[in-house]
């Protein structure tokens, strides 16, 4: 990985209302749009493994499009986490791992293991299911993340399991869901969820600096004041990669809202 830390950007690259200079150029060809969104971003969140695998070549072929200093986050498949025992994942995890995800090399970054908000906390499973996550597929580091959205999951039991696996814990700041901002992992994982289309920069006026001071906390080894812990102990204080992506329901401005940071947080 490069030595740039914070790392924010959207989720995907193809959105139609994107198109027509909304995002992209008017005329730009779709097949540019990853090549044009790689070049104003540092990082896309990959969210159509959640839904279908994709062969070795595609992942490839992402990674040729973008800049030496870009990276992919991509989210995990929703057969490994939608599911009543977690501990019986361990195919579904080697499957959608095994596809070809670490064709993207160096622009590989962490991978999101999200859970729906109806799965609730159980901590011999959840443990189980943390110990199937691989280290490292092919010769490559694997680095996970995990967005939980159920309030059972804010106890210190939760934190330990996470900081003991080396695992993060997605810090989202949403409208619908409760949040955990522990710093669990060796990086930091955040997505902003509470954009709507009628900012212009998605979030509201000085937001965006609220989030840029946040950005720089975590990447400096800190948590930021103000956000919901679990614990108040601080986690070790140390550099950490720092990923922050613009995620919201209609998503139009969210990448306005990514380059406005990109901007403050340089």
Partial sequence: MSEQ????????????????????PEGLAQKKELEFAS??????????TYYSGFKPATFAGWAAAVPDDFMFTVKASRYCTNRKVLAQAGDSIA????????????KLGPILWQFMATKKFDSRDFGAFLELLPARHDGVKLRH?????????????FVA????????I??????????????????VYARLE????????????????????????????GQPDGLPYVEDALPKKQPRDTFIFFIHGG????????????????
């Fill in 251 to 266: 998503k139009v401005r969210a990448p306005a809202g990514a380059q406005a940071l990109i901007a403050a947080t340089a």
């Fill in 5 to 24: 830390r914070i790392r924010i950007g959207i989720g995907g690259w193809t959105f139609e209302p994107w198109r027509g200079g909304t995002f992209y």
């Fill in 145 to 157: 993340a995990i967005q939980v959205r159920h309030e059972s999951f804010a106890v210190p039991e």
């Fill in 194 to 221: 509470k954009g709507e289309d009628a900012n212009p920069l998605c979030y509201p006026d000085g937001e965006i600096e609220r989030w840029a001071d946040a950005a720089r906390i975590w990447a400096g080894g």
């Fill in 161 to 168: 399991l996470c900081r003991a696996a080396g695992v993060a």
């Fill in 39 to 48: 070049r104003q971003l540092s990082a896309i969140e990959i969210n159509g």
């Fill in 95 to 106: 499957k959608f791992v095994g596809q070809g995800i670490v064709e993207l090399g160096e």
């Fill in 170 to 187: 997605v810090f989202a700041d949403s409208p619908d869901y409760p949040a955990i901002a522990d710093v669990t992992g060796d990086f």
